[in-house]
């Protein structure tokens, strides 16, 4: 069987792929490894033989699609979240990953670790793959000829012994320090709802005016003087029935569908009139509605304002579902390949709107492959750059970093004149799948032999005493002074403390114990900006130990 495997790069990859999987599902107390598996089976399978190793340009590629998919996904969200209240909590977890930085290098120096050990310990304490790419390929670049394969294999090494405390001491943390808090996750959520931190969930109220002072008023008028966050669907007057528009005036008697948050269409309510039981938006004999994909690169990457529905074929969206959430169709809202879009126009154009927005599935599945590698080159190219550390030094974004920034960025853009830089969501999430198994099955077959010595005979429980010391330390910190300090809500301070451990098994465990969407929304805040920051802390930390 080993020499079957060792002759075949394919077979022993699908193999390790495999086990990882089925490995990964199990679990232990509400904690499974999850894809993370595939490295510790490629670990134990590269241990058995050293033959037993995947070409290096497995785990390159693999790096490349991972950080290039995360980027493009996380891009709008990043560099909104670096406004406001995510300015704040990005600066927290940069302070944290900077001081788990300067512990774990202070802890090098007096137990006389290596650089490539002390990284090693960072990334995975932190539990951050893209990280621990970082530091493969920096000593890919500065490692000595003859050094350079004990130097690709201790960073592979420390990670593995300091990943799975990584994980299970964070949840400790969440565990212990919400019963020690006494942590009232139900009345945060009620909290949340009346400060904005999570969206709201929309609903269809029909309205009749009965306001005789609104009499040949418009709804641009009254948008005008009260602000809603709402969208105006159907009008009513008389027998006839229209699309509310900002031109639309309004007469006594009329109903009117709304279409916002409760507490946004009861404040319509209040103002034009009274709730009707007749259900408006259910009559589709003249005014029809339908959800569409998009699909359509000339929709795909441009605001729903910039669309000019009315205008084309007399509609309007009222809503956007986007992965699992809804969202009310604001008019400056970027749409991207693969939302789902509920379009309400008159019954003969329905078919004309759902061509121009594509509404296409097969299409969801594709990939433009040309602006694919293009963004990907450019991220190699940015990679490439040296840029200059105090002292002298010099660090490189490399294969890890610069394809992450250039998605960061190109995914923040969404187009550039009639490049649209999104993917679908489907094929973004295969692609960034496919590429983290490739990653970590090609360092666990290449890292099993010298991980099996460390274990057995080397300094594998300092590295592993290290790791769950930094783990506990920077958890701990960051949920008090995130809850006792700054006074953030204990649910957005455990998807805080997620991200800053770019820890899905974390997340899972916070949603579990909230019950909110508050951990999601703290997750996504600082997950961009928490794995750009332990990228260069991975690589300063093997430049000062050097």
Known sequence: MVDLLASSPFLLLMTVAGLGFLLGKLQAGGFGLGVAAVLFVGLGVGGIDERLKLPELVFQLGLILFVYTVGLSSGPGFFGALRARGLRDNLLVVT??????????????????????????????????????????????HAAPELRERLL????????????????????????????????????????????????????????????????????????????????????????????????????????????SKEHTTAVTDVIGEPSPEPLFQDRRVIDFRRVFVSSPDVAGKTIRDLMLPQRFGAILTRVRRGDVDFLARADMVLEPGDRVRVVAPADRIKDVSAFFGDSMK??????????????????????????????????????????????????????????????????????????????????????????????????????????????????????????????????????????FTQPAVLAFANEQSKSELSNVGYATVYPMATVAKIVAAQVIVAWLR
């Open 96 to 141: 944290l990953i900077a001081s788990g930085a300067a512990l774990v290098t202070a802890a090098g120096r007096f137990l006389g670790l290596s650089g490539t050990h002390a990284a090693g310990l960072f990334t995975g304490a932190l539990t951050n793959t893209p990280a621990l790419a970082a530091v493969l390929d920096y000593e890919r670049e």
């Open 153 to 260: 294999t201790e960073p592979v090494i420390a990670y593995s012994v300091a990943y799975p405390m990584g994980v299970l001491g964070v949840l400790l943390a969440i565990f212990v320090l919400q019963r020690v808090l006494r942590t009232d996750y139900a009345a945060e959520a009620r909290a949340a709802r009346t400060t904005g931190l999570v969206p709201d969930e929309i609903v269809d109220v029909t309205v009749r005016v009965t306001r005789t002072e609104l009499a040949g008023r418009t709804l641009g008028d009254l948008q005008a003087d009260h602000g809603w966050p709402v969208v105006f669907g159907r009008h009513r007057h008389g027998d006839e029935v229209t699309l509310a528009v900002r031109g639309t005036r309004l007469a006594e008697g009329d109903l009117l569908t709304v279409i916002g």
């Open 363 to 500: 299409a969801l599945s594709e990939i433009d492959v040309g602006v694919f590698g293009l963004g990907v080159a450019l991220g190699l190219l940015l990679g490439m750059v040296p840029l200059p550390l105090p002292g002298g030094m010099t660090f490189k974004l490399g294969l890890a970093g610069g394809p992450l920034i250039a998605g960061l960025v190109l995914g923040a853009l969404g187009r550039s004149g009639p490049i649209v830089w999104h993917m679908p969501y489907n094929a973004n999430h295969t692609l960034r799948q496919f590429g983290l198994i490739l990653f970590l099955a090609g360092v666990g077959t290449r890292s099993g032999g010298a991980f099996t010595k460390t274990l057995l005979h080397g300094n594998g429980l300092v590295l592993f005493g290290v790791g769950v010391a930094l783990t506990i330390a920077l958890g701990l910190s960051a949920l008090l002074i995130a809850h006792k300090l700054l006074k953030i809500p204990m649910s957005l301070a455990t998807g805080i403390v997620a991200g800053l």
